[in-house]
C-alpha cells in the first residue's frame, strides 16, 4: 500500500454522504450514533446496511440488538449529529426526543426514518457491517432538504458557484459505451 490512512478518508471524503443516526434499545436505554456509513443494499427484500467501527460502544452493542432505526437528519439538524457522533462540547444537551416506530427508537424530527431487524453482521476491517431488513418506513413533512457532509464538514445542496471541471473532449476520441438502465 502506497499511501496511508490519512489519505485514504481524505480521498473517500470527497464523496458526499447524507448523514444519520442509529438508534437501537440496549441495556441502558437507547444506543445512537452518527453514521454516514449507510447504504441501501436491496428493494426485494427491502435490505440496508450501516457500518460502525468495532471499537465503539454502538460496535459493541449492537451484537446484541435484533432491531435499529436509521435516521436520516434533517439540514438543520446538525447539532444532534454531532451531540451523537461525540463531539458535543456544549453544558446542555440538544434538545431531542425518541418515540417509537414498530418497536424501535426513531429520532422525532429527522427527514425520513427506517425501521429495520437485524438480518446479518458481517467482518469488515475494523467496522462491522450490519445488515439489517427494514420492516417500517417513516416519511418526514416539508422542508425536505438533508444535513450533507463532504470533505470533513457540514453542508448544504445549495448552488456551487466553483469553477465547473476542465473541458476533457477536445482532442478526445470517443469510445463506445454500452448502456444498460433499470427502472427503480
Request: hydrophobic share 40%.
Amino acid at each position: 500500500m502506497s499511501f496511508d490512512s490519512k489519505a485514504y478518508r481524505q480521498t473517500v471524503g470527497r464523496f458526499l454522504t447524507g448523514v444519520t443516526v442509529i438508534a437501537f434499545e440496549a441495556e441502558t436505554g437507547v444506543q445512537a450514533m452518527t453514521a454516514n456509513s449507510f447504504t441501501s443494499l436491496s428493494l426485494d427484500p427491502p435490505l440496508l446496511l450501516f457500518c460502525p467501527a468495532k471499537t465503539t460502544r454502538t460496535g459493541q452493542l449492537i451484537q446484541r440488538a435484533t432491531s435499529f432505526s436509521v435516521n436520516i437528519l434533517r439540514e438543520d439538524q446538525q447539532a444532534l449529529s454531532t451531540f451523537f457522533a461525540g463531539g458535543w462540547k456544549e453544558p446542555v444537551d440538544p434538545p431531542y426526543r425518541f418515540v417509537p416506530l414498530d418497536g424501535v427508537p426513531r429520532l422525532e424530527g429527522s427527514l425520513a426514518s427506517l425501521a429495520c431487524s437485524v438480518d446479518q453482521i458481517h467482518e469488515g476491517g475494523d467496522h462491522w457491517i450490519v445488515v439489517g431488513k427494514v420492516i417500517s418506513l417513516h416519511q418526514g413533512i416539508e422542508p425536505l432538504r438533508p444535513l450533507a457532509f463532504h470533505l470533513g464538514r457540514y453542508t448544504n445542496l445549495k448552488t456551487d458557484t466553483s469553477s465547473p471541471a476542465p473541458d476533457l473532449t477536445e482532442g478526445f476520441e470517443p469510445v463506445p459505451v454500452h448502456y444498460h438502465y433499470e427502472s427503480w
